[in-house]
């Protein structure tokens, strides 16, 4: 049996949004609406609990999402109240996360992220484009911009993430200094399409040399900036090209092992973004954490979403792992594969342009991996 030191839990508390954002990964979601019952919650949590200690976990972190989880915001406090006990009992220790549209972090919210999130909120964002809207089709980025400033003022930190489409595709610099001006931290992201059958014809989606191309403006933007914005995706990238191992879940290669996603009426799921009925992997509502583990059920969807053959010939494949598993799950390959490839080579372009190369620090003591990194950034250690 797999033992973890770390795991990351994904509830979905509610699949209600007041957003119908027409690139939402959820857009076809075939539970559209539902949400958790307190009953529910409380029994993932123990769930969770007895699965951390099995696998020797001793950190647990939780992300509260949705659709859109402020429209629980008056619930959520109790709810952590109750985890943070609930996992003290054990010794360990938990963290929350949550991740918003925006529209609704308005200053009554402000007292739950300072308490049950560190003061800091994941936002998304849709800067110079048109695909983030209301039922009605009105565009909500106003709004979400509105709120995010206020919140900013008021001391909430923020962190982005923001999606390249067509219509923003030539504004980069636009969106670096957006979030440089407010020192926040942003990661840029493509719209995924949720089948086979989804055309690629709508200014929605940017093709992998255009996504590439504005990764690598963003990130010369930043590399060349003598104060440049906070950009810890950047960061992370350029250790892991270092270092030869992945910093994130889109790359590591035992993903649906650590992490996992709740679904109302206890569904769970290998991570938040799966949600087709046949990428269910257990139900914590009907099986105990033994059982869950037992079955051969995350075996069987990995099986489906094999790595290819040809990322075992590519020098990215100790940073890549074959990409993200819910992309070859979806779409029988990696989406972001060549447009990774292309971003990369230029990052490690930048690299050897510091005296550093490929894989540099694989094996390296952490004191040196620390030193070399801050060096080759140029900041203190």
Request: hydrophobic letters at 35%.
């Amino acid at each position: 049996m797999s033992t973890f030191r770390n795991i990351y839990v994904t509830f979905k508390v509610t699949l209600k949004c007041n957003l119908a954002c027409q690139y939402c990964y959820g857009r076809d979601n075939h539970a559209q609406g539902a949400e958790m019952t307190d009953e529910e919650i409380r029994r993932g949590l123990q769930f969770v609990r007895k699965y951390s200690i099995i696998v020797g976990a001793r950190h647990v972190t939780i992300c509260w999402h949705g659709g859109e989880p402020l429209l629980l915001a008056k619930k959520l406090p109790g709810i952590i109240q109750y985890a943070n006990e609930l996992f003290a009992e054990d010794g360990i220790h938990v963290s929350h996360g949550t991740q918003t549209n925006a529209t609704l972090l308005t200053p009554d919210t402000y007292d739950l992220i300072r308490t049950c999130f560190d003061g800091f909120i994941g936002v998304s964002v849709d800067l110079f484009s048109k695909y983030r809207t209301y039922a009605n089709g009105k565009d909500s980025t106003e709004v979400a911009v509105r709120n995010i400033d206020k919140a900013l003022s008021a001391g909430i930190k923020c962190g982005a993430i923001n999606l390249i489409t067509k219509d923003n595709l030539y504004r980069i610099d636009d969106i670096y200094d957006f979030y440089k001006e407010r020192k926040m931290n942003v990661r840029l992201s493509r719209v995924f399409p949720i089948n086979h059958e989804e055309t690629f014809s709508s200014p929605m989606y940017v093709s992998d040399e255009e996504y590439a191309e504005a990764m690598i403006r963003f990130f010369d933007r930043w590399s060349s900036d003598p104060q440049p914005a906070d950009n810890t995706d950047i960061v992370k990238l350029i250790a892991d090209l270092l270092l030869g191992e992945p910093s994130l879940c889109l790359r590591e290669d035992n993903c649906h092992k650590r992490y996992m996603a709740f679904s109302p009426g206890g569904e769970i799921f290998s991570c938040a973004e799966f949600d087709v009925p046949e990428s269910v992997i257990g139900n914590f509502l009907e099986q105990t954490p033994e059982e869950f583990l037992r079955s051969d059920a995350r075996e069987k969807i990995a099986s489906l979403a094999p790595v290819p053959e040809e990322c075992h010939y590519c020098r990215f494949e100790p940073t890549c792992h074959g990409g993200c598993f819910r992309e070859r799950f979806m779409l029988g390959y990696p989406y972001r594969c060549k447009s990774n490839i292309i971003y990369w080579n230029h990052v490690v372009e930048w690299i050897e342009s510091k005296g550093g190369f490929l894989y540099m620090l694989k094996g390296k003591s952490v004191e040196e991996k620390k030193k070399l990194i801050s060096r080759m950034l140029n900041r203190s250690e």
